[in-house]
């Protein structure tokens, strides 16, 4: 697999154009990203840092030393007529990946990890595509844009373990916070390189190269009808030929493209215009010191903290959820499927809403921490918490709340009592269930006892007055 990953600078990778995306066409751009005479690259730090945290999070060896190279070939998109890129000394070598298979952790190893620049965007006019279309419009708002590439090793055996890799990548680009992920809008692409052989043979067979594949769907798809095809031409007695071939996601199918170019036609050479880029120990010291933690790790801390796997995933899916989460807990110690229901549970509902956001919450994580520590404490009961939440988002402390809209907790045994009589004169069946020896019973008065009070009564008081007043009557 070769994954493209657009990386979230603000500007570009060899000059201070805005990377912003959706701006009308050609208004972020300059002389040096349109190629005009005399024009001179100049690297962004911010893309280089990028590139060696995912070279870290891969476990790859982070070069000291690593070459851009000029990669030329003719495209209207790329008014150099080159790509700067990284050929023979890439920024990142030599990494591996762990994926979860059902037959349990297979190890995927990676090649290297380059930085590269994307190209600009051409609009065929005229028809829905290229076929047809009467003209082509050039936005080089694109052009420039820093890009990572990471290659695999021909480790993958299966179209699922293609998925699951891509999956993976997505989800340690997004937790580095390094690139958006979005398959749909382009900042993630990838291209699979497949070929089948005879059972037992060591050697790969001849690979086609698919690309246009914008969703985890569609790569797991991809690979299964390209696998499927190689396998009917070579038992019909063909040969596959080396191809680039593009995947069509209505179809399902993969169909020709081009004669897959070899790495010799684009005669790279190294960028004359650029030095060579050094890293060195302090900075790479800096990066790995500040590297966030990333999904497998946070995974074994929510394991070890006993949530159910369920809520894991659920967390894992949003990172910006997992941040609130985690400083929902950080440094207290608080039931954390407790914090996870009101995160995943009402937050997220409001969250999707409009009425909340979990990048800038208005509810903060003190307070909330605050409100799950007080229904814990018996303070007072979930139903309460939760009426109070409107006003939670006012940014209103719990405490606030409390002191303001003079929400009583009623404790005390003399107040409660009369509840709680009532409720057993009011449902005898369950009262003889309780005599008769079913004690879970108390329960049911307990809620009894919540309702009458709208929930104001203290549930830790309720909850020994119940069994109290039960076993005298
Ligand atoms: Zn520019």
């Known amino acids: 697999m070769e994954v493209h990953a657009q990386l979230k600078t603000k500007t570009k990778l060899f000059c201070g154009c805005s990377t912003q995306f959706g701006a009308a066409p050609n208004t972020n751009i300059c002389p040096v990203c349109t190629g005009q005479p005399g024009a001179l690259p100049v690297l962004n730090q911010v893309a280089v840092e990028f590139a060696i945290r995912m070279g870290l999070a891969l476990n790859c060896t982070i070069n000291v030393q690593s070459i851009f190279a000029r990669k030329n070939y003719f495209y209207p998109d790329l008014p150099k007529g080159y790509q700067i890129s990284q050929f023979d000394k890439p920024l990142c070598e030599n990494g591996r990946i762990d994926i979860a298979l059902a037959s349990g952790t297979k190890r995927i190893g990676v090649t290297r990890i380059h930085l590269e620049e994307d190209a600009g965007k051409l609009l065929h006019q005229g028809a829905a595509s290229i076929k047809g279309a009467t003209h082509s419009l050039v936005d080089l708002n694109r052009a420039c844009t820093p890009l990572i590439e990471i290659v695999s090793q021909p480790d993958i055996r299966s179209a699922e373990e293609a998925r699951l890799y891509v999956e993976k990548i997505r989800s340690i680009l997004v937790f580095l916070g390094i690139c958006d992920g979005n398959m749909e809008e382009g900042s993630l692409r990838c291209d699979a390189n497949i070929s089948i052989r005879p059972l037992g043979s060591s050697q790969f067979g001849t690979r086609t190269e698919v690309k246009n594949m914008n969703s985890f769907r569609a790569v797991e798809q991809a690979a299964i009808s390209e696998i499927a095809r190689q396998k009917e031409v070579l038992l019909s007695g063909g040969a ?165 809209k003079g929400v009583k907790q009623i404790g005390n045994d003399a107040d409660l009592i009369p509840f709680i009589e009532q409720a057993i004169q009011s449902n005898p069946g369950p009262l003889e269930q309780y005599k008769n020896g079913k004690t879970s019973v108390a329960g049911f008065f307990v809620g009894q006892v919540m309702k009458a009070t709208q929930g104001q009564a203290k549930p830790d008081v309720v909850n020994r007055l119940v069994r109290e007043v039960l076993d005298r009557s």
Request: aromatic share 6%; charged share 25%.
């Open 240 to 404: 596959i030929v080396l191809e680039t071939r593009n995947y069509d996601d209505e179809s399902g199918q993969t169909t020709s493209m081009r004669s897959k170019e070899e790495a010799h036609d684009y005669r790279y050479f190294p960028e004359p215009d650029l030095l060579p880029l050094g890293v060195d120990a302090p900075w790479l010291a800096q990066i790995k010191s500040s590297q966030p933690k990333l999904p497998d790790q946070i995974r074994h801390e929510l394991q070890v903290a006993q949530l159910p796997e369920s809520d894991i995933v659920q967390l894992l899916n949003d990172p910006q959820r997992l941040h609130y989460f985690e400083a929902v807990c950080a440094g207290r110690t608080l039931p954390v499927k407790k914090v996870a229901n009101w995160v995943l549970g009402d937050l997220s509902a409001l969250a999707n809403e409009g009425k909340f956001s979990f990048t800038q919450p208005s509810v903060s994580p003190a307070h909330m921490a605050d409100l799950v520590a007080l229904v814990e404490a018996g303070t007072f009961s979930g139903k309460l918490a939760k009426e109070i939440l409107p006003d939670l988002l006012q940014g209103k402390s719990p405490h606030e709340v409390i002191a303001l």
